[in-house]
């Protein structure tokens, strides 16, 4: 069960696809999907990536390295061997005043898999997935609101997860008493609150259970150059 529109706005921003964002699933986006399925699929093998996580996971496409406050990456869920594409958006960066802090953590462009684990319990309120393997981190020193490739790389247990983000979080006071914008999370990747519960979580309930393990691919724009 796919978001038609996202699909064709992903597609347009990640191919160049110059589809119309009608929500009509037509032969253009089917095409379109089809074709991304080849490259991702040739990008999987180039990368040495597992294509049975692939099948059954979570990828995050990281469209640049600015941190921006918005959810300006894609997420996609790939089910049955690529038979259905789920994009939805989200953002792979930390929030910018997530930078002002020492060492941010930024996850590195890789596949992580069965890094994750279901769960159901949390202070967002909703199912999420939880880092339980390692995954490897930028810490970026800069403050000047851009991913640095030359920051230090750490792997290890970094509470990287997978979940939803409120915007109600911004009104909590003793947040707010920080002085700092806390428009998303400090090194998680996530979605907006209705698009994880209304598509992302009525899609994994389709196929995980609390407990179950899933992968995750975040690769970036520049591989699809």
């Not at 089809?34 to 597992?50: E, G, V």
């Not at 202070?123 to 339980?132: A, D, E, I, Y």
Request: net charge neutral.
């Amino acid at each position: 069960m796919k978001n038609v529109k996202f699909n064709q706005q992903a597609l347009n921003e990640i191919l160049g696809a110059n589809l119309l964002v009608d929500g009509v699933d037509g032969p253009q986006t089917k095409l379109a999907e089809d074709r991304f399925k080849q490259i991702l699929t040739n990008l999987f093998l180039k990368k040495s990536f597992s294509v049975n996580s692939n099948s059954t996971g979570m990828i995050g496409i990281r469209m640049n390295d600015s941190y921006t406050d918005k959810f300006t990456d894609w997420g996609l869920l790939i089910f049955d061997a690529g038979a259905e594409l789920i994009f939805f958006p989200m953002s792979t960066k930390p929030a910018t005043g997530a930078e002002s802090d020492a060492d941010v953590a930024c996850l590195k462009e890789g596949q992580y898999v069965n890094a994750f684990q279901y769960s159901n319990t949390g202070w967002s309120k909703l199912p999420f997935f939880q880092q339980v393997k390692p995954v490897s981190i930028y810490r970026d020193t800069f403050v000047d609101c851009r991913l640095d490739r030359n920051a230090t790389v750490q792997t290890g247990l970094f509470g990287i997860n997978l979940h939803s983000w409120l915007n109600w979080m911004q009104n909590i006071l003793w947040y707010k008493s920080l002085n700092r914008n806390i428009c998303l999370s400090e090194g998680c990747q996530v979605a907006q609150a209705d698009v994880w519960l209304n598509l992302v979580l009525k899609n994994i309930n389709r196929r995980f259970t609390v407990g179950d393990f899933m992968s995750y691919t975040l690769i970036h724009l520049a591989d699809f150059k």
